[in-house]
């Protein structure tokens, strides 16, 4: 971990941050979910640098140690897109692999659908690419977690009673279950975790406290703001085709799987229409953050894929 350095650049008129480790021409870029940062991918940007790769990993617009944005009502996938341009140009990077954790999915194959010039492929984990709106929330029960964290103010309220490390604590042990997040008609969503519920055996106290130190500065505007409440952007892509190589890897006991008509898409191959050259990889005792519980089989899986493409 000493060797991750820490940079921040001027990308638009803000000031973002990006943990970075290797160098050389063969760049991998790194883009987390929710409720992850940077860190989130500390053992796969080691990975990547100890094989010959430069790894670089920022913290979106609002999180973490990066500048918010200006207006947070109106911050959206698309600043995410524009960041990450501005991030290659500003580096004088010309070409890229992109790997995307849950939400970081939709900006990796964006940006490979916008700019095919610059990115040499895809991987992202646990979710895959859906071209249209995501409608999930409108067929599940009204305590579904993206419905209340869609909802202004909901979300607020309730992490509001809590400290931004007890926060943390209980989404992730949430979000390592098997089991879709809904809380009953008066219950808040935070409640669906104990408090003398343990962390997942894979994610120390340590892991904890460096999360809680950097959401301690940016809170979760911006997380909820663009990871939740700005998912119906509507990009009218006339041709929504990933032409660049793709890997998606999936934990079997991913919640996300449950999703009303998510596992069918993915493992009848309806997904490949969108993404032709994809290979679909499922882990089996892996859950939303495989990447952080088996980092061995997920970094094996991306240096492979890298070797293969680069």
Known sequence: MDQIQHKFIDV???????????????VVV?????????YTWRHQMIAVANAGFRAIAPDYRGYGLS??????????????LGDLLGILDV?????????????????????S??????V???LTIGVPFMPKRSTFHKHLPEGFYISRWREPGRAEADFGRFDTKTVLRKIYILFSRSEVPVAAENQQIMDLVDPSTPLPPWFTEEDLTAYGALYEKSGFPSALQIAYRS??????????IVKVPGLFIMGSKDYVLKFPGLEDYIKSGKVKEFVP?????????GTHFVHEQSPDEVNQLLLSFLSKHV
């Open 12 to 26: 638009r008129g803000l000031k973002l941050h990006f943990a970075e480790i290797g160098t050389g021409p063969k």
């Open 30 to 38: 790194f883009l987390h979910g929710f409720p992850e940062i940077w």
């Open 67 to 80: 500048d918010p944005p200006p207006e947070l009502e109106k911050a959206g996938f698309d600043d995410l």
């Open 91 to 111: 580096l004088g990077i010309a070409k890229v692999f992109l790997v995307g954790k849950d939400f970081g999915a939709r900006p990796a194959y964006l940006f």
């Open 113 to 118: 659908i916008l700019h095919p010039e610059r």
């Open 120 to 122: 040499l492929g895809v």
């Open 231 to 240: 998912f119906g952007e509507d990009f009218s892509i006339a041709d929504p």
């Open 277 to 285: 050259n994809l290979e679909i990889t499922f882990l089996p005792e």
